[in-house]
């Protein structure tokens, strides 16, 4: 199957600063990938998504000032945390559909965010 | 509203025991299903999925999922599980050309 890979897998900052996560599919060409949020024992919320070369759709009570998201290439999307506070911390996922992919999405492994 | 529900949270069964999660959703249209699973400590993985045809799919590791239509339903069964099943399952439904949500999750906890 189709590989998507995060970085970092996890990622501790202070309060106030700004993380980048960086989202890329390995073997195939992503025109659509997705920024999901999931909460300890939750379920994934979605938080955007974002086609190539386009600017990215968040969902109702996203900040997009807050969480910028980029996806320059076909194969790489990044999501930016903007000042982080404590609030932010929790565990974002991407995941990566494509002409190659038949409409299933593939998701990355994840990144774990702790705001200190 | 879309939604996805899973009716269990909780699940503890024993080995060999027989399994069978509930998965609705609520949508008129054509749909995809999926169903996931997270094991502890790794990203999601994908279990099984139905685009079209035969209504009973068959997934990895002993798994399978029957579509119902007229139930709007998408159970995950597994006749005997094994204590290397515990983690958390979840029904994802992908309305074609919209977003896929996903349903709460279910944890799955196999006794040895």
């Known amino acids: 199957g189709a590989v998507v890979s995060q970085h970092p897998s996890w990622v501790i900052c202070k309060s106030g600063t700004s993380v980048k996560i960086e989202c890329r599919s390995l073997?195939?060409?992503?025109?659509?990938m997705f920024w999901y949020r999931q909460f300890p024992k939750q379920s994934l919320m979605l938080m955007a998504t974002s086609n190539e070369g386009s600017k990215a759709t968040y969902e109702q009570g996203v900040e997009k000032d807050k969480f910028l998201i980029n996806h320059a290439s076909l194969t790489l999307s990044t999501l930016t945390v903007t000042s982080a506070h404590p609030e932010d911390s929790s565990f974002y996922i991407c995941?990566?559909?494509?002409?190659?992919?038949?409409?299933?999405?593939?998701f990355g492994p994840g990144t774990r965010l702790t705001v200190l | 509203a879309q939604s996805v529900s899973q009716h269990n949270h909780h699940v503890i069964l024993s080995e060999a025991a027989s399994l069978e999660l509930g998965c609705n959703y609520s949508?008129?249209?054509?749909?995809?299903l999926f169903w996931y699973v997270q094991y502890p400590g790794q990203h999601l993985q994908l279990l099984l999925k139905?685009?079209?045809?035969?209504?009973l799919v068959k997934g990895i590791k002993g798994f399978e999922a029957e579509f119902i239509k007229s139930k709007f339903s998408f159970n995950l069964r597994k006749p005997s599980v094994q204590w290397s099943d515990t983690a958390e399952y979840f029904c994802?439904?992908?309305?074609?050309?919209?977003?896929?949500?996903f349903g709460k999750g279910t944890r799955l906890h196999i006794l040895p």
């Open positions: 995941s990566a559909t494509g002409l190659a992919t038949y409409n299933e999405q593939f």
């Open positions: 994802a439904v992908n309305p074609h050309h919209d977003k896929i949500i």
């Open positions: 949508y008129g249209g054509t749909v995809n």
């Open positions: 139905y685009f079209s045809g035969d209504p």
């Open positions: 073997d195939f060409q992503a025109t659509t």
